[in-house]
């Protein structure tokens, strides 16, 4: 039997009498990427700090392969933190050999090869650095002791676009080398193109987890479009079942959890001109996810 | 190896899938010989960027479905018979969702159906005619 490699059981942390993380319960299996989503402040930020060790949990246990975080642990696990952690008055050479004194897994050529990808010379200031050149050095940082977990912590901030496939194909690399990753990111795109597994965080809580496939199959649209305008709907957006409505002219849009055929088939009793039941892409479901419960007027 | 592949990753359909039938219609369209190689899975993901899990997926149900061989060490290659008629099959399912698309968007912009009758078989006129002047 594998190990999880990352492992958080009943993770809770608070701030006081703010609850930052609640009840948090999420395993990152060996080879797998996951991604955490969730709105600024949902707590995803301290949620890593946590499984790393760089705060102290108030309720709750994690594991890294098994094991309690130590020292050691950074050997094989690498963290790029949201937050610039880089020395201003440092150069990124001096970065780099910091590093490579400080990690006994640093390979020096792997830095060099990082450092040509993102076009970061040397000799510059780390204050001459733009935020995007931050957050490419970071990466190059973690990336150089050949991470065998590494969790990142919203990669692309700051990056443009040709830089965030960048960091895309590097995160795909390590994954295709047999590293786990665990990481956040607001470009739901990344997420959807890169992570097997994606959980999504709302004020402190894990409201959704799953595969992107086991996501995008528990959810459809049922579209209709009616002739004139859309007809009374008789308290249909009341059903449980129906996270979300959406009316734009003619057309009426129910996101659905599930009995979508029969959700389609009431709709089809009210004589619109079509019904169809569609998919959703992972924006959708996260938007769905995170958005404030269904308001009065969606239940005319 | 051309970039004969391409997927969609807002699609609701799942990754792997896009992949089985995008090889399918390769071999159906001659694209992939048989006993041609196929990318690793580390190439084909980051040519693709999409996760390598994702892409060993669809290799392994493409292996279990015939289509291709993997052999270790050596790499996975279009099996040599035995794909063509599952091949073929995906072909038509490709186009009959397309066009079941099409006519799904014909009705719900209200056209009745004689309507949408009519511009298929000038869609149908169009295009088949067109290759055989060619």
């Known amino acids: 039997m594998t190990l999880t490699t990352i492992s958080v059981h009943d993770l809770t942390k608070r701030y006081g009498s703010f609850e930052a993380v609640s009840h948090l319960t999420l395993d990152v299996e060996p080879g797998s990427i996951c991604g955490l989503l969730g709105p600024n402040g949902a707590g995803k930020t301290t949620a890593f700090k946590c499984i790393l060790g760089l705060a102290r949990p108030t309720a709750g246990s994690i594991a890294i392969e098994g094991a309690p975080v130590t020292p050691k642990t950074f050997e094989t696990t690498a963290y790029v933190p949201e937050r610039n952690v880089l020395h201003e008055w440092m150069t990124v050479g001096e970065h780099v050999e910091l590093n490579r004194r400080s990690n006994p897994k640093h390979d020096p050529k792997r830095a060099d090869e990082l450092l040509a990808t993102f076009k970061l010379d040397r000799r510059k200031k780390v204050k001459r650095l733009s935020k995007g050149q931050k957050t490419a050095l970071m990466l190059i940082l973690a990336l150089s002791i050949r991470p065998r977990i590494l969790v990142l912590d919203e990669p692309s901030s700051g990056l443009d676009p040709i830089f965030q496939r960048v960091v895309l194909d590097l995160m795909i690399d390590a994954a295709a080398g047999g590293a786990t990753i665990l990481f956040s990111s607001h470009q739901i795109g990344q997420v959807e193109r890169a992570a097997d597994r994606v959980a999504i965080l709302k004020q402190g809580r894990l409201v959704l987890d799953g595969t992107v496939d086991e996501l995008k199959g528990s959810q459809k649209i049922v579209e209709a479009i009616f002739e004139d305008s859309v007809p009374s709907l008789n308290g249909l957006a009341a059903d449980a079942r129906i996270l979300r409505v959406e009316r734009v002219g003619r057309v009426y849009r129910a996101y659905v959890r599930e009995g979508g055929d029969e959700i389609a088939r009431r709709l089809d009793a009210l004589g619109p001109k079509s019904v169809s039941v569609l998919d959703l892409n992972l924006e959708d479901i996260f938007l769905n996810a995170v958005a404030d419960a269904k308001s009065p007027e969606d239940t005319i | ?134």
């Open chain 2, 1 to 134: 190896m051309p970039a004969i592949f391409t997927v969609d990753p807002r699609s609701g359909i799942p990754l792997y899938l896009q992949l089985i039938e995008q090889v399918k219609r390769a071999v159906a369209l001659g694209t992939l010989d048989s006993g041609e190689q196929l990318p690793t899975v580390k190439a084909l993901a980051l040519d693709l960027t999409i996760n390598p899990n994702t892409v060993a997926r669809a290799y392994r149900d493409l292996e279990r479905e015939g289509v291709i061989e993997t052999s270790p060490g050596r790499g996975s290659f279009i099996r040599s018979n035995g794909a063509t008629g599952e091949s073929r099959r995906a072909v038509t399912d490709v186009a009959a969702a397309a066009l079941d698309d099409a006519v799904r968007e014909a009705r719900n912009l209200g056209l009745p159906s004689a309507e949408v009758e009519t511009l298929f078989k000038r869609a149908l006129g169009r295009w088949f005619s067109a290759r055989e002047e060619a």
